[in-house]
C-alpha cells in the first residue's frame, strides 16, 4: 500500500483539493440528514447512530471512505450554531473566511513554541495580538484557548506579582472560571461580592476591601453567561485605584462591543484594567479557539519567563531569535493568529462593529417579541445580545421540560439560567443572518411546546 500523502508541502494542495470536495459534499449532506439545528433523538439515539456509522474504529485494514463517512456522521448528529434556533450559548458561527483560513493554519502545521518552528506566524502573532491589545488601553496581549485560560493566566500573573495572599474578589455573577483558577493556583478562597441587580455592587465592593486585608485582586465582567450584563467598570476602577486593588476585567463575551462605534462606550472603564480577557469565538464569529489576555504592564509577562535550551537557548536568544516560550504556558501551539489576522484585516474594525450591532439589534426585537407576547414574561431588556424569557404562569419544573423537549426533538436549542430565584430560558444571539421571522419561529416553538 502506498504511503498516504501530505497536506504541506508541494504536493501538498493538490492531494487536498479533492478531499475539500469530499468533506464539503459530507457536510451538505449531513446537514440535509439532521434537518435542523440539532438532531432528534436525545443522547442514546444520537448515540446510537455514530456508532453504527463509525463501526470499528481501528479496523486491521483502513476504509477508504472513513473521511466522508466520519464527517458525515459528525454533521449529522452536530448542533449547528448557525442555524436560527440554536440559540443558547456563546457559541458562534464561525465566519467562513476565518475557517478558511483556519485550514491553512493546520496545514501549515506551525508551533508557536520556538521561533524556528513558526518564523512567520511569531511576527504575524506579535503584530495582531498588540493591535488588539490597543483595543483595551493595554501594551501586549496573549494568545490563548479562550475565556478559562485568559481568565487563568490573569490570576497568574496577578499572584506572581503581588505573592501568594492574593485574594480574588469577584461579583457574584462572575465566571466559574475565575474561584476555579485561584483555586488551581493555591490562592485564598475568593471573597464574593453581592450584585442584586445582577451586576457587582460598587458599595459593597468598596466595603469588602475596606474589611480585608490585601493585596486584593478585583475580577469585574463585561458580558455575565447568564444575562449578558457589565459590571459598572468605571466606579469599579474607582474602586480599585482608591484601594491600591489590581484590576482584571472578564470580557470574554462583551469584548465584542470594542468593535463597534455604537456599543463600544459600554465599555469605558475596560482601559483601567491590569488585564483583559477577550474571545474572539464568540463575539469575534471566529471557529473555536480564538482568546487573548491583554495586559497593560509588559513585564508582568516576566512571570512566564522560561528556559530550555532546545527551544530558546541563550546564544540563540542573544542572536536575535525571538524566545516564544514567555507567550504561553503552553509549549506546542497552532497559529490561531492566523484566522483572526485575515477576519480583521478583511472585515475591519468597522465590518464587524456590523455584526456586533446586527446581534444587539436582534436581541432587541426578540425582547419586544416577547414583551408584547402575552404569553411569555421578559426578563429584562437585554444588555447585550442575550435575552432570558420564560412562559408567563409557568413553574420551574415546567420551563425545564420544555426546554429539554425542544432539544430532544431537535427542535430548537436554548440555554437556562437562575435567576431571582427562577429558571429562565437563555437565547444567545451570535448568527447576524437570523431575522425577525426566525426570532417569531423560534417563540412559537416554545409556545408550541408548553402545556396549557
Known sequence: MSTPPLASGPQGPHALRPLLDTVLDALADGTRARGGPLPAGGPDAVSARLRDAVGDVLPEDGRPDALYTLVRALTEGAADPADPLCAAHLHCPPLAVATAADLAASVLNQSLDSWDQAPAASALEALVTRALARQTGAADALVTTGGTESNQLALLLAREKHGAGLRLVHGAGAHHSLPRAAWTLGLPDPVVVPAPAGTLDPAALDAALTALPGPHLV??????????????????????????????????????????????????????????????????????????????????????????DYLNADDDTDAGLPDLLGRSPRTSRRPDILKIAVTLRTLGRSGLGRLVDQVCDQARTLATLIDEHPGFELHARPAISTVLFRPAHADDDTVATVRRTLLTGGHAVLGRAHLEGRLWLKATLLNPHTRPDDLAALLNLVEGHTPR
Open 219 to 308: 475580577a469585574a465582567t463585561a458580558g455575565t453567561t447568564d444575562a449578558g450584563l457589565i459590571d459598572p467598570l468605571p466606579e469599579i476602577a474607582a474602586r480599585c485605584a482608591a484601594h491600591g486593588a489590581r484590576l482584571h476585567v472578564d470580557a470574554a463575551y462583551g469584548g465584542g462591543l470594542l468593535f463597534s462605534d455604537r456599543r463600544r462606550t459600554a465599555l469605558t472603564g475596560i482601559e483601567a484594567a491590569d488585564t483583559v480577557t477577550l474571545d474572539l469565538h464568540k463575539l469575534g464569529w471566529q471557529p473555536i479557539a480564538a482568546g487573548l489576555l491583554t495586559v497593560r504592564d509588559p513585564r508582568d509577562l516576566a512571570a512566564l519567563t522560561q528556559r530550555a
